[in-house]
């Protein structure tokens, strides 16, 4: 899909620093401004869906830091990012979203196939 065949009712959001200046929170969420259109934008944490990663603390740190460093190389610090999202009803700090970006050819890719791919993720 080319970005200008992005369907209406989905976002377009650029990535920003989490709180603790870091670019991602772990390996499957990350804090972007999302453009809500009409010059209206709000800070949202985003919650990927599609794949589970390690944590970045408990037993599987080693690999939850792999894996929020993977993100950060897909998604880098102010890099745009397109939303299609879901209300988390647990935790309402934060969205859920498919999440794709542009590649050099102009189509998106689903994050979550990549991270997948990688390695650094396995399907939820």
Not at 8 to 23: I, S
Not at 64 to 69: E, K, M, S, T, Y
Not at 79 to 97: F, G, I, M, P, Q
């Given at each position: 899909?080319?970005?200008?065949?992005?369907?209406?009712?989905?976002?377009?959001?650029?990535?920003?620093?989490?709180?603790?200046?870091?670019?991602?929170?772990?390996?499957?969420?990350?804090?972007?401004?999302?453009?809500?259109?009409?010059?209206?934008?709000?800070?949202?944490?985003?919650?990927?869906?599609?794949?589970?990663?390690?944590?970045?603390?408990?037993?599987?740190?080693?690999?939850?830091?792999?894996?929020?460093d993977?993100?950060?190389d897909?998604?880098?610090?102010?890099?745009?990012?397109?939303?299609?999202?879901?209300l988390?009803?647990?935790?309402?700090?934060?969205?859920?979203?498919?999440?794709?970006?542009?590649?050099?050819?102009?189509?998106?890719?689903?994050?979550?196939?990549?991270?997948?791919?990688?390695?650094?993720?396995?399907?939820?």
């Amino acid at each position: 899909m080319k970005v200008s065949e992005w369907p209406r009712f989905r976002y377009r959001a650029v990535v920003v620093l989490t709180p603790k200046g870091k670019p991602v929170v772990d390996g499957d969420t990350f804090d972007c401004i999302v453009d809500l259109g009409d010059f209206t934008y709000r800070r949202r944490r985003i919650r990927v869906l599609g794949y589970d990663a390690a944590e970045v603390v408990g037993t599987d740190r080693a690999a939850g830091l792999l894996a929020a460093d993977a993100l950060a190389d897909l998604i880098p610090l102010g890099s745009y990012v397109y939303l299609h999202t879901k209300l988390d009803r647990e935790n309402l700090d934060r969205l859920l979203a498919t999440v794709s970006v542009e590649g050099s050819d102009g189509n998106l890719y689903d994050i979550a196939e990549n991270m997948i791919a990688g390695g650094f993720g396995t399907p939820a």
